[in-house]
C-alpha cells in the first residue's frame, strides 16, 4: 500500500503541513515546529542532525517520522515525531514507519531510541502504540508541559549495546 523513503524534498513541506493538520492532536506550535524540522533539513543537509522516514501512497504524503542524534550523548537518538493521517491510521503504516525509523539508528550506530510524549488522554493511543512495539516507559515528569500534563518519555534498545 504506502512506499517508504528517506530523502526529504522541498515538496514535502507543504504535504506535511497538511499531514499535521489533519490530526487534531497537536497544537499548532507543534504543527510549526514540525516544518521547522524539515525546513531545517533541507536547508542544512545531514548536518541539520534531522532525519526523516516519510510514507506515500501515491502522491500523498500519509505518514512520516523524524528523528536524530541527543546532542552530546554516544549513541542515543530521538524520535522527534511519528504521524499518520487518520485515514491511513490501523493499517500498519505507523508500525512500518517505527521499525524502518529503528533499523536507521541502528545503521547510523544508535543503539536507544527514546520518545517522549504527553500524558494528556488524546496522546493514550500513541502511549499504547509505543509500548505494543516494544518501548519502555522509563520517566515520568508531572505537570512539565502544563499543571496535570506529564512527560512520558519511552525507549528501545534498537542496536548494540
Request: include cysteine.
Amino acid at each position: 500500500m504506502a512506499t517508504y523513503r528517506i530523502l526529504p524534498a522541498a515538496s514535502d513541506v507543504a504535504a506535511l503541513r497538511k499531514l499535521v493538520a489533519s490530526l487534531d492532536v497537536f497544537y499548532l506550535g507543534e504543527r510549526e515546529v514540525a516544518l521547522e524540522l524539515l525546513e531545517e533539513r533541507l536547508r542544512l543537509g545531514e548536518q541539520s542532525g534531522y532525519f526523516f522516514v516519510f510514507a506515500d501512497v501515491g502522491n500523498e504524503l500519509v505518514g512520516y517520522t523524524a528523528w536524530g542524534p541527543v546532542p552530546l550523548t554516544k549513541a542515543s537518538f530521538d524520535l522527534y515525531w511519528i504521524a499518520v493521517h487518520p485515514g491511513y491510521q490501523g493499517r500498519g503504516v505507523g508500525r512500518d514507519l517505527l521499525a524502518a525509523t529503528e533499523r536507521a539508528v541502528a545503521k547510523r550506530g544508535g543503539e536507544r531510541l527514546y520518545i517522549e510524549t504527553s500524558s494528556r488522554p488524546p496522546y493514550e493511543r500513541a502511549r499504547s502504540f509505543y509500548l505494543r512495539a516494544s518501548f519502555s516507559e522509563v520517566a515520568r515528569l508531572e505537570h512539565f508541559y502544563a499543571e496535570g500534563d506529564a512527560k512520558v518519555v519511552y525507549c528501545k534498545v534498537v542496536g548494540r549495546h
